[in-house]
């Protein structure tokens, strides 16, 4: 059965950075790439960043470029998104993935999802 499990989340005020965490098993994750996406509520879910499965390439969305940095530990199948310089648009339910590759994360919902973890950021 695959789980993907966040951790990480919280309140923190504007500026400040947060790093998330999601620890995968149930699948062979060295061979899937990993993503966070978020919403909030009345909006849809919106892709955030993604991993291939050996770290190699990656991929943002615009509002968060340059800003969050996602990375994975391949040995124990965990990976991670680094939150930097938070702002109100920020704040959002964070969902870890998992997914064949960085692009069909990018472009059609994932198969396998996490429970979702919030994150608040406050001016």
């Known amino acids: 059965q695959v789980q993907l499990v966040e951790s990480g989340g919280g309140l923190v005020r504007t500026g400040d950075s947060l790093r998330l965490s999601c620890a995968a098993s149930g699948l062979p994750f060295r061979t899937h790439a990993l993503a966070w996406f978020r919403q909030v509520p009345g909006k849809e879910r919106e892709f955030v960043a993604a991993?291939?499965?050996?770290?190699?390439?990656?991929s943002y969305a615009d509002s968060v470029q340059g800003r969050f940095f996602i990375s994975r530990d391949r040995n124990k199948d965990t990976v991670f998104l680094q939150m930097n310089s938070l702002n109100g648009e920020d704040t959002a339910v964070y969902y870890c993935?998992?997914?064949?590759?960085?692009?069909?994360?990018?472009?059609?919902?994932?198969?396998?999802w996490g429970q979702g973890i919030q994150v608040t950021v406050s001016s």
């Open positions: 993935a998992a997914g064949e590759n960085v692009e069909l994360l990018t472009l059609s919902p994932p198969k396998h």
């Open positions: 991993i291939s499965w050996n770290g190699v390439t990656t």
